[in-house]
């Protein structure tokens, strides 16, 4: 039935233990790419900790200009990558610069088109985080922009 096979030589023991490593590898390689295809890693970097005002929707397409003293960094998109209608949050920084109050309707935009705002109140000097929850129902690349911050996100 069943034949032991004795390896007679070194070059077919090496040949023997080659085979096996590529059918390893084979096996691995695709256990990792039907993997990545069923549930794509997203990277998970850590959100600004800061004070999120709320977001709501606006009804104008055309924001007003920000305020010479509103500075605007560190964009940040979680996740970058998401499912169709996955909620995708984009935060910034938001900061006045100036020496008077600022009340503003900060626009965030997805390819061009505004599609939320957050009011934002700053006093002279004070900074915060805004968050607008973002929802995309078809699959491709989208650039999200805020005050001239901008980066991309794919739905998957």
Sequence with gaps: ??????????????QAVLII?????AAVATGYFYQS???????????PTSVSPSPSLISSPAPSPAPAALKVTKLFIDPIE?????????SVNVLN???????????????????????????????????????????GSYRATVIGLGTTFRVV
């Design 1 to 14: 039935m069943f034949r032991i096979v004795s390896f007679s030589s070194a070059v077919s023991k090496i």
């Design 21 to 25: 490593i590529v059918i390893v590898i």
């Design 37 to 47: 295809r069923v549930s794509p890693q997203q990277p998970t970097p850590t959100p």
């Design 82 to 90: 998401a499912w169709v209608d996955q909620p995708i949050n984009v």
């Design 97 to 139: 610069t100036g020496n008077q109050e600022i009340n503003y309707s900060l626009p965030f935009s997805v390819d061009g088109k505004v599609v939320q705002s957050v009011q934002v109140l700053l006093t002279p000097h004070e900074g915060v985080s805004a968050t607008a929850t973002l929802n995309e129902s078809s699959i």
